[in-house]
């Protein structure tokens, strides 16, 4: 599918390394998009080095951290985080003309890896139409081999894991802390393998239908998510095996080699030389490979095939300053309007 490519990443955290191998495989595999970082803070000298590595590299910075830690800290401590998410909630429901004012202020009671679904659609809401594509990916311990776009016919592409939500105890865990315990719709889900929310691709207008899925079903459950981390894959599970979505949902496994998810995997699936990248047995390369620090021994390979061409990567000329500072102002400009 031809067209421009978003990709978007969290990287909140102040001590967190750079996503090197992350921006080092998307300028190897030959990608032609724009990656934004979320991030706590801007550094235009974080920012420049994170260009050298991937040119169209940028950062915006759309919570007040400081804000973001005096809130938690005040909620947590007066143990006032679900009375304060009830109220947050019933204003949402009830109030039309507050409703756009609550959404901005929810990313303040969540976990990142819950806020950042807001704050990514408030970004791309302002921007759609300026891409044919958006990737929501994990940095950490992502990389890419060939370009996404080259498998994907449109909608929405998720990946699975090997594994049946009933056999990973933490996924069930998650969803019971959001739904309890006994609902149908939860007994269906046991079965069924676990989609992962590290790595989602689709179309502009699709993405932007999904996060709004997510955005509300998160304040729907305000009370029972509020500052806790991970529960974004319990929410992307039900919503996605649901029925009550219009999305142009495929599902993708790692027999396939779009987005492969290596948590649950023993690497049976792959062919067993890794020295030229993750393959396939049939010898084709897998797109994206989510998870491959679980295996140590295939990081360590996949890695060191980064950096052997890493110099070679940077030697070609950078996007002209002028061309890096307006977009990098420009997109600095939608983050600052939460």
């Known amino acids: 599918m031809p067209g421009r490519l978003l990709i978007l990443t969290a990287a909140f955290h102040p001590a967190h390394p750079l996503p090197t191998p992350f921006l080092q495989s998307a300028r190897q595999a030959g990608l032609q998009a724009d990656i934004v970082l979320l991030c706590h ?13 991937y040119p169209r590299t940028y950062i915006i910075a759309p919570l007040r951290y400081g804000l973001l830690r005096a809130v938690r800290r005040i909620l947590v401590s007066t143990r006032l985080v679900k009375p304060v998410a009830r109220l947050a909630r019933a204003i949402w429901k009830n109030s039309g003309f507050l409703r756009k004012r609550i959404e901005a202020i929810v990313p303040y009671l969540l976990a990142i890896t819950l806020g950042r679904f807001f704050l990514t659609r408030s970004f791309l809401a302002a921007r759609a139409n300026e891409y044919s594509a958006v990737l929501l990916i994990d940095s950490r311990d992502v990389i890419f081999q060939r370009n996404p776009l080259e498998d994907f016919e449109g909608g929405v592409l998720a990946g699975v894991e ?3 939500i009933e056999d990973q ?9 959001i739904y309890g315990e006994s609902p149908k719709t939860l007994s269906e ?11 989602t691709l689709g179309a502009a207008t699709q993405i932007l239908a999904y996060l709004d899925l997510m955005c509300d079903e998160f304040i729907e459950q305000l009370p029972q998510v509020a500052y806790t981390e991970y529960l974004d894959q319990a929410v992307h599970n039900k919503l ?19 987005i492969v998810n290596l948590a649950t995997s023993d690497l049976s699936e792959f062919d067993a030389d890794w020295s030229g990248g993750l393959r396939l047995k049939n010898g084709r390369m897998v797109s994206i ?5 679980r295996h140590p021994e295939l990081e360590r390979v996949l890695l060191a095939r980064l950096e ?24 600095a400009g939608v983050g600052s309007q939460l």
Do not use: M
């Open 289 to 293: 490979v989510h998870q491959y620090d």
């Open 308 to 331: 052997s061409n890493l110099e070679s990567n940077l030697e070609s000329n950078l996007e002209s300053n002028k061309e890096q500072k307006a977009v990098a102002n420009a997109l």
């Open 189 to 199: 889900l046991w079965p069924r393998k676990v989609i992962c929310s590290g790595v």
């Open 162 to 164: 090997n594994t049946a």
């Open 240 to 258: 996605l095996y649901g029925e009550s979505h219009d999305l142009d949902l495929q599902l993708t496994d790692n027999f396939q080699g779009s």
């Open 169 to 177: 105890p933490r996924n069930c865990e998650w969803l019971e802390q």
């Open 41 to 53: 803070r801007r550094d235009s000298k974080v920012e420049q080095e994170l260009q050298r590595l």
